[in-house]
Nanobody
């Protein structure tokens, strides 16, 4: 059974930092492309960052580029999202997702496995 479990969300003041973690089990983690998505109330789920196998390629959305770093530790089957200089508009539920293959995709439809999400709230 595939499981993705996110942690690290919480309430932080604007300008602060958080590190999200996503621990995977039930699959060969090193074979998967991993992505972080977020969804605010009434809005679609959108990609924040993605990382290919072995961390060879990373992608960041324009809204977080320069403020976030995605990384993975295949030995721990865990993907991380380090977020800094947080803004109130970063407030959302953050999800990690996994897909087979070698390429990342921007659409959540391309990811087969999802975590339950972790809430990030940035106060002004």
């Amino acid at each position: 059974q595939v499981q993705l479990v996110e942690s690290g969300g919480g309430l932080v003041q604007a300008g602060g930092s958080l590190r999200l973690s996503c621990a995977a089990s039930g699959r060969t983690f090193s074979n998967d492309v991993m992505g972080w998505f977020r969804q605010s109330p009434g809005k679609e789920r959108v990609i924040v960052a993605a990382i290919t196998r072995s961390g060879g390629i990373t992608y960041y959305s324009g809204s977080v580029k320069g403020r976030c770093t995605i990384s993975r530790d295949d030995a721990k089957s865990t993907v991380y999202l380090q977020m800094s200089s947080l803004k109130p508009e970063d407030t959302a539920v953050y999800y990690c997702a996994a897909r087979s293959g070698s390429a990342y995709y921007l659409s959540p439809d391309q990811y087969s496995y999802w975590g339950q999400g972790t809430q990030v709230t940035v106060s002004s």
